[in-house]
């Protein structure tokens, strides 16, 4: 079993000055920061800008194959009027009152295929592992692939994000990608074998984006896993027109620490393959998370200090570019298992 405790400590060389944040003011007391986080929220949300009002899910299944002791069901459900999202679910054949977590796929076009079983990289399958753990999974397609009937495999070149932006000028696709999550959290919960009060989530890159969102604005998830996303704005393309856009860098007032205090007092593991990684993998990219991801935790801390959680915000950082080595695997579900755990409820959520 890992050392979570040791996921919280930052390096001996961590360097508190090496990156200047905006200021994030959290507390002293936790009723103090309780009405600074509401400000903050709305200040992001402002920022994120509103789409459509919710509508019935009216879920549907498609298909559903079997692998042995677990089940993939292929479902699509309504997030926007007449506008549906696909999304597989996976879980053990056998279980009742499971802990469940929606799993955001990368940027591939395999899209929810490949943390439901196809990746090259098994290390990266999610959906599978979890589910062969005692997990339900909902693995949903991101808009940037297909978006009310508009299906792009070269999704780079934006014609789903074009549209969702004419659809919805007010909106930004991060704004998009926030709704679709907390959409699919509510079909999640919806799921007869799947006990609402253990709800996480888990990504790798473009995935790992929307968790650090779908933690700080969705209470319903207990614990997450953000692999390789690139925390801070400046680490990655977080001004593409399918995220922010390039209005981020006019508010100097809002970066990522903001997000991760937001998440407090729920559990959240930041992955970082680092920045300039001493040795990758063949095939990999650098990583997007890197030292100075420290800078981000440590300004968030405080706030879970405050409800006396300071141990469910964590970082590991592999530095062996941009994907989740073997050896390290069994953090995340070490992760999984003491916040949400696949039995019986954990202490640390009875608790909480």
């Known amino acids: 079993m890992t050392n979570l405790d040791r996921l919280t400590m930052p390096p001996s060389d961590y360097d508190p000055n090496a990156i200047q944040l905006p200021?994030?003011?959290?507390?002293?007391?936790?009723?103090?920061?309780?009405?600074?986080?509401?400000?903050l929220r709305g200040r992001w949300l402002e920022f994120l800008g509103h789409g459509p009002e919710q509508v019935p899910l009216e879920p549907q299944i498609l298909s559903e194959q079997h692998f042995g002791d677990v089940s993939r069901t292929l479902v699509s459900y309504q997030v926007e009027d007449g506008c549906r999202v696909e999304a597989y679910v996976m879980q053990p054949t056998d279980g009742e009152c499971l802990p469940a977590v929606l799993v955001l796929h990368p940027?591939?076009?395999q899209t929810i295929e490949s943390p439901a079983g196809t990746d090259t990289r098994p290390s990266l399958r999610f959906s599978v592992n979890l589910a062969r753990r005692g997990y339900v999974t909902v693995t949903p397609r991101n808009y940037l692939w297909q978006y009310r009937g508009v299906a792009d495999e070269r999704w780079h070149e934006s014609?789903?994000?074009?549209?969702?932006?004419?659809?919805?000028?007010?909106?930004t696709g991060m704004g998009k990608m926030l709704w679709d999550c907390i959409r699919a959290t509510d079909?999640?919960?919806?799921?007869?074998?799947?006990?609402p009060r253990r709800l996480?989530?888990?990504?790798?890159?473009?995935?790992?984006?929307?968790?650090?969102?779908a933690m700080a604005f969705?209470?319903?998830?207990?614990?997450?896993?953000?692999c390789e996303g690139g925390v801070g704005i400046s680490f990655s393309n977080w001004d593409a027109p399918w995220y922010l856009g390039k209005r981020i860098h006019t508010r100097p007032d809002l970066d990522h620490h903001q997000l991760l205090a937001l998440a407090a007092s729920r559990a959240l593991l930041i992955i970082g393959g680092g920045a300039e990684p001493g040795r990758r993998a063949e095939g990999t990219s650098p990583g997007?998370?890197?030292?100075?991801?420290?800078?981000?935790?440590?300004?968030?801390?405080?706030?879970?200090a405050l409800y006396g959680t300071s141990n469910a915000l964590g970082y590991l950082l592999h530095d062996e570019g941009h994907y989740l080595p073997p050896q390290h695997e069994h953090v995340v579900?070490?992760?999984?298992?003491?916040?949400?755990?696949?039995?019986?409820?954990?202490?640390?959520h009875r608790e909480t």
């Not at 200021?23 to 400000?39: D, F, K, M, T």
């Not at 996480?200 to 969102?213: D, I």
Request: with cysteine; charged share 15%.
């Open 218 to 226: 969705d209470p319903r998830l207990r614990a997450g896993l953000s």
């Open 23 to 39: 200021p994030l003011q959290i507390g002293p007391s936790l009723a103090q920061w309780e009405q600074q986080r509401q400000v």
């Open 288 to 304: 997007a998370d890197g030292p100075l991801t420290w800078n981000y935790l440590e300004a968030a801390r405080p706030a879970y």
């Open 187 to 195: 079909y999640m919960a919806t799921l007869e074998n799947v006990d």
């Open 333 to 348: 579900y070490d992760w999984f298992e003491h916040f949400l755990g696949a039995g019986e409820p954990t202490a640390w």
């Open 159 to 171: 014609q789903t994000t074009r549209l969702l932006l004419e659809t919805w000028p007010q909106w």
């Open 200 to 213: 996480g989530c888990a990504g790798h890159s473009l995935g790992a984006k929307e968790v650090l969102y």
């Open 107 to 109: 940027t591939t076009s």
